[in-house]
Each structure stands twice: as structure tokens, then as C-alpha cells.
């Protein structure tokens, strides 16, 4: 009854977004984490209203995103079990450090590659834009950029509840409008024309 007032009548089906253990070395807790989402996602009644889940998000830690066999063999056989229950995976990087570009490069080529492997669900990027994991934007471009030429999902939270930078008002360093009008316009023009340098300042101008 408490959703009615949003629009979820009888039968609506209510999608949820699930957050799970990080993907760490020896810790295959979210194996059974993707196997209560399946059981829940046969059962998911709960009065008049259907739920979901429909997608399931992960961090990576640096054990895992250090090694490139270890990362490639996680990344894989999480995607092989996202893709029974046919739930969209997401996994947030660790970009800290000197190295975060050529790690981000890794992770999106190993994601990139996927449906390769035929697997059928695809696992794309999370990234934040507040908190202590939160990108700054020069990093945001280069996920845009990965995410683009990867064919990768991009998934942004946290942070994003204003449309433009508004620094005294909110003390904002990214509008939800800003990133959506990047992400647009790197999907749709080549990088000649919209380089990363473009995507860096369509994110950062107020």
C-alpha cells in the first residue's frame, strides 16, 4: 500500500537494485548471495506487488584488481553466474593511486570481452560521486571513455542529485546533466572530434 501512491498498482513489477559482498580472493560469498536472488526472484511476492532483482553490484578490492589472471578469472566466472539468473552485474573499480588508468583499462577490456566467452549477461561499471570512493571527474572521463569503446554499461550513484554544478549553492562537482550530456555525446561523435579532453570539460563546467 505504501507504493500505490507512486504508480505500483496490483501486478506492477518492482525492480531492485542489490548490493553484495566485495569480489575478494578465497571469498565466494556472492555465489550464495546470486543464488538467494534467484530463489527471490522465482518467489518475489509480497502482496499485490511483484519485485525483482534486477541487478546485483559488486567492489572490487585490490587483491583482485591487482592481478591480472586472478581479476580476469573472478571477473569471468562472475559473470557465468549472473548470467543463470539472468541478473545485470556491475562492479566498481578501485581508481586510486598511480596506476588507476591502466587498471581501468584492464577491468574494461576483461568485461569487454565477456560475451565473448558466451556468457550471456553482460557485467558493466559502477562508479560513485560523492563519499569516499567517489571519482574525481578526470577519472569519470576515462570510465566514459573505457565504457564506450568496451561496450560496457556505465551505472552512476551517490552524489548525483542535482542537474549542473552549482559549487556554492551545493558544493557540487558534477551534475547528473553534466555526465548524461557526456556520456551522450562520446557515444555518438568520434574521438577526434570529442576527445577526452571534451568529456573533461562537459563534465567539469558549471
Known amino acids: 500500500e505504501s ?3 507512486f504508480g505500483f498498482g496490483p501486478g ?5 537494485a542489490t548490493i553484495g559482498t566485495p569480489l575478494t580472493v578465497g571469498n565466494p560469498t556472492y555465489i550464495n548471495e ?3 536472488l534467484r530463489r527471490f526472484n522465482h518467489e518475489g511476492q509480497a ?30 566466472e ?20 598511480t596506476g588507476w588508468h591502466n587498471e581501468l ?11 565473448q566467452q558466451g556468457i550471456a549477461t553482460p557485467v558493466g561499471l559502477k562508479v560513485r560521486g560523492a563519499g569516499d570512493s567517489a571519482l574525481k571527474n578526470e577519472q569519470l572521463c576515462y570510465v566514459i571513455v573505457s565504457s ?23 558544493g557540487n ?10 556520456l551522450y555525446l562520446a557515444s555518438i561523435l568520434p574521438t577526434d572530434i570529442f576527445p577526452p579532453e571534451a568529456i573533461f570539460e562537459c563534465l567539469n563546467n558549471a
Not at 506492477?12 to 531492485?16: D, E, G, I, S, Y
Not at 562472475?78 to 539468473?85: A, D, K, P, Q, T
Not at 583499462?105 to 560475451?115: K, N, T
Request: net charge positive; glycine share 10%.
Open 3 to 5: 507504493l500505490s501512491g
Open 12 to 16: 506492477r513489477l518492482v525492480k531492485v
Open 34 to 36: 546470486l543464488k538467494e
Open 47 to 76: 502482496g499485490k506487488l511483484k519485485f525483482q532483482a534486477s541487478s546485483y553490484e559488486v567492489k572490487l578490492t585490490s587483491d583482485v584488481q591487482g592481478d591480472k589472471a586472478r581479476l580476469k578469472k573472478i571477473l569471468q
Open 78 to 97: 562472475f559473470g557465468r553466474h549472473l548470467s543463470e539468473g539472468n541478473i545485470q552485474g556491475f562492479v566498481e573499480p578501485i581508481l586510486s593511486g
Open 105 to 115: 583499462r584492464r577491468i574494461a577490456e576483461i568485461l569487454g570481452d565477456i560475451p
Open 148 to 170: 564506450i569503446e568496451h561496450k560496457l554499461s556505465l551505472k552512476a550513484t551517490a552524489g548525483l542529485h542535482h542537474p549542473i554544478i552549482e559549487r556554492t549553492k551545493y
Open 173 to 182: 562537482n558534477l551534475g547528473f546533466l553534466n555526465l548524461k550530456v557526456a
